[in-house]
Every structure is written in C-alpha cells, then in structure tokens.
C-alpha cells in the first residue's frame, strides 16, 4: 500500500512521552504511527530531522471577525495567523456583525468561511431571541453558546436569573455547553459612571472599573444558577485569584465546570499595561501580579483547563483613542500564545505534556472535538510540528492577522511552530503559508 503521506525521522508526543517515530497518513487521518522500517511508502515523504510533533493545537477563544467586521480580521487573514501560530483548529465566537444567533446568521457564516479558511474553524453562538431557537441552533452543529455577562448580546436577558437558569437547562439537555466572560455588567457600569463623571478616561480608571470583584460577583452568579441546571459551564479567560478558587470549589463539589486562561494574563501585568497604554487594553484587565500568580498555580496543579488566546483583532486606531473608554478591548493572540508557553517550557517551568493538555487535548475533549486532541492512528491527521530550540523575536509588524501589534512586540522567545499540518495537508512551513484558502474543514459537533 502506498499512503499520502510519510512523516519521518520525527518525535512525537504521545500518550505522555516523546517517542522517536514517523508518521503515516491516509485520506486525512493517522494511518499509523511507528518505526520507520514498519511504514508504508508515501507518495510524500518528509524528513522532520528530529523535530517534536505534537497532537494538532486547538484555540478554543478566537474573534475571527470577517463579515460586517472584515477591516479588523477576515476568515483568510485569521487562520493564516493561527496556521503561523501552530493552530489546526479554533473556535469563533458569536460577537460579530451581524451577531452570530441564529440558524440563518450561522448558516450564512459558515458559507462565507467556507472556501476561505487555512485550519479548521468551529463556531459558537450567541443566545437567541427565544429558547425555542436553541435546539436548531445546536443541530447545526455549533460547538457551544457564547454568553457575555458584561454587556448584552444576544437575545437572554443578562439580568434576568430565571431565564438564565431555563436557558441553562435547555442547553444541558441539548448535550450542549455555554462559555461565559464573566464580568458582571451592573457593577461594572456603576463603576465606568463614576469615573466618566469625575473626568477620568485614563488606563488606570479603566483597570479600577474593571475590579477583581466585578468577575468574581459574575462568577458566583453563574455557578449559582449552574448549581440548579447542571449544565456544562465553560468560563473563558479567567483573571481573578478569587475567581479561580470560587470555579475550583465548584469544581470540588462535582459541578461540570471547566475554565480557561489567555496567555496576556499569564505573561502581563498591570504593570505592563500602564507602560504599553491602550493597545494592552482587555477585557478582562490585566491584573496585579498576585493573581498572575495564582494563575500560574492553577496552570501547574490542572485547575486550569486550557490556555485560549483570545485572539480579539481590531484596527490600530480602534486601540489608540484618546479616551480609554473607547478603546476597543483585546489583541491578537494566536500567533505569539505557543511561542510564550513553549518559552516556558525551556525555562523548566512547563513540561511539553502541560502545553498538549492545555492546548490540544482539554480543549478537544471539552469541546467533544471529535478525532482531535490525540497523536494516533484513526485521529484526523493534525500536527503541529515545533521546534524548541527557534529563538525569535515577535515582530507584530509581520503577523499573519491585519491586527499588526501586540503588547509581546520586541520579545524574544524560544521555541515556535515551524509547520503546521491540517488533515494531511501541509499549511504551514517556516511562516510561510503552503495551502490554499479553503483547506480548512468546518468543525461541527455531532
Ligand atoms: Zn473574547
């Protein structure tokens, strides 16, 4: 038999160790995976020179804008930056114009995306307007609902506990999940009002307004309401100490709880963003070194599931207003999140097994990505090949994504992704982008 395709000479990260290996792949899938003198002959063969392959990464938090929002980020300029980052697939979110929140804006979506995207590109969906529309929605195939605590999008009402609760249920019984940025938006109102009064438009009211207590109150309030509905709750990019204790206690009491964190709270401070100014401006903040810190436990001891950029792209005038209160919030991520985890890892302060867990396989069996997640055969053939030993620098000005800035720009870093290959094909090789747009598969959950 002859195969596609013949990875050798490689190492692999598979099933907690680093095994010598090549790898053969067959319509898209692992074939096998073994000693070079058992494969198959492939009608492609590469030689990896020793590099690590690790199962595909997965990016569960992207804002890959396009449609109504293509001048900040667009299906092809999206994935191309997460194919540079050493993404296979990443997961939508709903925040877009028109909103994702219906069958028929999904659909719509999912047809734009098609024939555009370089890696595979799941989507989730805001709440629509009645829970009556939720079952379609799921039948789509959408990989979870987004629900934004901090302002309303979509059609629940964020402040009508009732409704949270039976949209809760409804979703469980969907088999379904919701992801919520928990940042509660009454006391975070309250708090922008005061300060717009007394005049001040500067990053440090910004990181005043956006208090530790603003998302710890939004977290209690939805672990509350979870409490009764039993659904599976996936809090994204979580900042806080106190918010990160109160999801792991209810992780403890047997909730199906799973959380996340963006590598700019991993890697930034409060610190960093008075000194970069509003370009580092996100929600949530960055944050004072102790819950830093207490992130990093969480990363170490597993109460945190997986590490998701965020990857949130606007125009560089969109981060440079004069007034912090019209900054639009967040940064492009997904092409420095696996170069600063795997810069840890040189460090001694991540094992190669940490970055997989986060990134490739929590993500993929939180998400129930099927064929995902795991380096063997019958699993789609998604790779990301690094090399620890590629020092560089990040240059924003030479992303893939049209957001070409970043608050990482000018650090230097150790180990990137140098290929990038989804279902069989190979996208990505020493930043250069190989594969046409359209490679990518929508990922529907079944
Ligand atoms: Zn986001």
Redesign the pocket.
């Known amino acids: 038999m002859i195969v596609d395709l013949v990875l050798g000479n490689a190492k692999a990260y598979m099933e907690g160790k680093i095994v010598e290996c090549s790898i053969a792949v067959e319509d898209g899938s692992v074939f096998k995976i073994g000693r070079e003198t058992n494969m198959p002959r492939g009608d492609v063969k590469t030689d990896l020179k020793g590099l690590l392959v690790l199962p595909g990464l997965v990016d569960a ?1 992207v ?1 890959l804008r396009d449609e109504g929002k293509a001048y900040k980020e667009d299906f092809f300029t999206g994935t191309a930056a997460a194919a540079a980052g050493g993404f296979t697939t990443i997961l939508d ?1 709903p925040n877009n114009s028109p909103t994702t929140m219906s069958v028929e804006s999904l659909r719509n979506r999912i047809a734009a995306a098609e024939n555009s995207i370089l890696v595979n590109v799941g989507f989730y969906s805001a709440f629509p307007d009645g829970i009556g529309r939720l079952q379609g929605i799921v039948e789509e195939g959408v990989v979870g609902f987004k629900l934004f605590m901090a302002e309303q999008v979509g059609g629940l009402n964020i402040h009508d506990d009732d409704a949270l609760l039976e949209a809760f249920e409804t979703v469980g019984k969907l088999g379904s999940l919701t992801a919520v ?1 928990a940042e509660d938006e009454l006391a975070l109102r309250r708090a922008e009002e005061q300060f717009k009064c007394s005049g001040r438009n500067d990053v440090n009211a910004f990181l005043k307004a956006h208090s530790e207590d603003v998302e710890v109150k939004a977290v209690n309030r939805l672990l509350g309401i979870d409490r009764e509905a039993g659904m599976r709750l996936h809090f ?2 979580v900042s806080t100490k106190n918010g990160l204790d109160a999801i792991v206690e209810a992780k403890k009491a047997g909730l199906p709880v799973t959380c996340e964190v963006a590598p700019h709270h991993l890697f930034l401070s409060s610190e960093d963003l008075r000194r970069v100014g509003t370009l580092a401006v996100t929600m949530p903040p960055l944050r004072d070194k102790v819950h830093v810190e207490a992130l990093w436990d969480g990363i170490r001891n597993g109460s945190v599931d997986i590490v998701a950029s ?1 990857h ?1 792209p606007h125009a560089f005038s969109e981060k440079k207003a004069e007034n912090v209160w019209d900054v639009k919030v ?1 940064v492009p991520g997904l092409e420095t999140a696996l170069p600063l985890l795997l810069t840890e890892v040189k460090r001694g302060r991540l094992s190669i097994g940490d970055v997989v867990r986060l990134m490739s396989e929590r993500p993929s069996e939180i998400f129930r990505l099927r064929g995902k997640g795991v380096l063997k055969s019958g699993y789609d053939a998604d790779f990301t090949v690094v090399d620890l030993d590629r020092k560089h620098r990040v240059i924003a000005a030479d992303f893939r994504s049209k957001a070409k800035y970043s608050p990482f720009d000018g650090r230097v870093l150790a180990g990137k992704a140098v290929r990038t290959v989804v279902g069989g094909q190979l996208v990505m090789e020493d930043s250069e982008i190989l594969a046409k747009p359209g490679s990518g598969e929508i990922v529907r959950r079944a």
């Open positions: 938090h804002h979110m940025h994204c990019h965020d949130a967040g």
